[in-house]
């Protein structure tokens, strides 16, 4: 399988999450750092690699920024350039060589990356895949874990085990 790429539309997934709409109206700030958050979790339980994209084409003299965030990308598009740009410009030059899926809702922005060669997943569909990763992550968790056994019972005898199980349980 060649190797994959997940670009995601940050504000577009952000506004599509009740939490995260919640958080946003307080600070977008914290919406951010939170889906960027998410996004980590994500990354640990997938191969592919992940972007998320956000809008600062609004930001006077804003020279745009790609920075590493533990285990993921983020970038902050320049001033008068969309994430929606930056996405599909970013999608049709990885195509070419790599598996590329754009997670947005925006209708639009879907037509053009597949036009360019991606593949798109709604917000809907993408929160959906990544409650299943955090699930799958839960219980590979839980199944890995060992239970410990106390081992002196195996060395008891019979009646020992018993009155130590009578001290135990309160009898």
Known sequence: ?????????GYNIIFSNKELTELAEQSLE??????CDILCDYKGVIDDSVIAVF?????????????????????????????DHYIER???????????????????????????????????????EVEYAREAARARYIHSRSIKKNPIEHFLDAETARRLDEMRYGR
Not at 30 to 35: T, Y
């Open 90 to 128: 970013t999608a049709q030059k990885l195509a070419r060589n790599e598996r590329v899926i754009v997670a947005t809702s925006d209708r639009l922005e879907q037509i053009i990356i597949i036009g360019r060669g991606a593949q798109q997943v709604s917000a809907q569909d993408f929160w959906t």
């Open 30 to 35: 914290i919406a951010r750092r939170k889906l």
């Open 55 to 83: 809008d600062a084409h609004l930001v006077e003299g804003g020279a745009g920024s790609v920075e590493a965030y533990n285990n993921i990308m983020v970038v902050f598009t320049k001033e008068a350039e969309t994430a």
């Open 1 to 9: 399988m060649r190797r994959g790429f997940i670009l995601v539309d």
